[in-house]
């Protein structure tokens, strides 16, 4: 069964370093997610893209983060600046079409010392 | 404020019952999603429910969605403990390209 998948599983980095974490969608997917939850809590919304370009985004997605599908394949969350308060476990997902549900990765756990 | 609550928050049943998990949103949406997630792993899509009155059935879980009323529901019948788990409802925010995730819901199924 196709599968998202993401790298690293986990990420520890510096206070006020960039990260960039990497997701591969299914391939024949068009809508592409990120969500975060921070230890085992609520899963919140941070970024939908679709057709190429950004078509959603919540509060928590400042001008700190950003997202890219350089290649057609990867998709990716890159944070430049990392905070103490952005550790959490990242989940990139996908779907095919708007009324499916998610399939989620596994997740990235980023750790912010 | 668009708000998604889950009731029960914490549910510990023994095998063999019955209990329902109830999903309650605030905002226009037709489509709702069950999601259930293991301690450490990721999101497993269960239902997606489309439409008022639609109702899924697998296993020992079924839900339901009555959208006048903003309400669906997660029946479990006759527990077992591999159902043990955290269950999310999620809702479609009408002409968004987002989910709002309800607040979970920590089902411990005792044997």
């Known amino acids: 069964e196709p599968e998202v998948t993401q790298t690293p599983s986990h990420q520890v980095t510096q206070m006020g370093q960039e990260v960039i974490l990497r997701c591969v969608p299914i391939s024949n997917h068009l809508y592409f997610y990120w969500y975060r939850q921070i230890l085992g809590q609520k899963v919140e919304f941070l970024v939908s893209?679709?057709?190429?370009?950004?078509?959603?985004k919540s509060e928590i997605f400042d001008d700190q983060f950003s997202v890219e599908r350089p290649d057609g394949s990867n998709f990716t969350l890159k944070i430049r600046s990392t905070k103490l308060e952005d550790s959490a476990m990242y989940f990139c997902?996908?779907?095919?079409?708007?009324?499916?549900?998610?399939?989620f990765g596994s997740g990235t756990r980023l750790t912010v010392v | 404020e668009l708000k998604v609550e889950q009731n029960p928050l914490f549910l510990s049943m023994q095998e063999g019952k019955n209990y329902t998990i109830y999903c309650n949103y605030s905002t226009t949406s037709d489509r709702l999603y069950w999601y259930r997630q293991d301690p450490g792993k990721s999101l497993e899509s269960l239902f997606v429910l489309l439409s008022n009155g639609a109702v899924k059935q697998e296993g020992r879980l079924m839900a339901s969605l009555d959208t006048k009323a903003r309400l669906s529901t997660l029946h479990i019948t006759a527990a077992v403990h591999d159902l043990s788990a955290t269950y999310f409802c999620?809702?479609?925010?009408?002409?968004?390209?987002?989910?709002?995730f309800g607040t979970g819901t920590r089902l411990k199924v005792l044997a």
């Open positions: 999620a809702v479609d925010i009408a002409g968004t390209y987002k989910y709002i």
């Open positions: 893209f679709y057709n190429n370009e950004i078509s959603e």
């Open positions: 997902a996908s779907k095919k079409i708007r009324e499916d549900g998610y399939t």
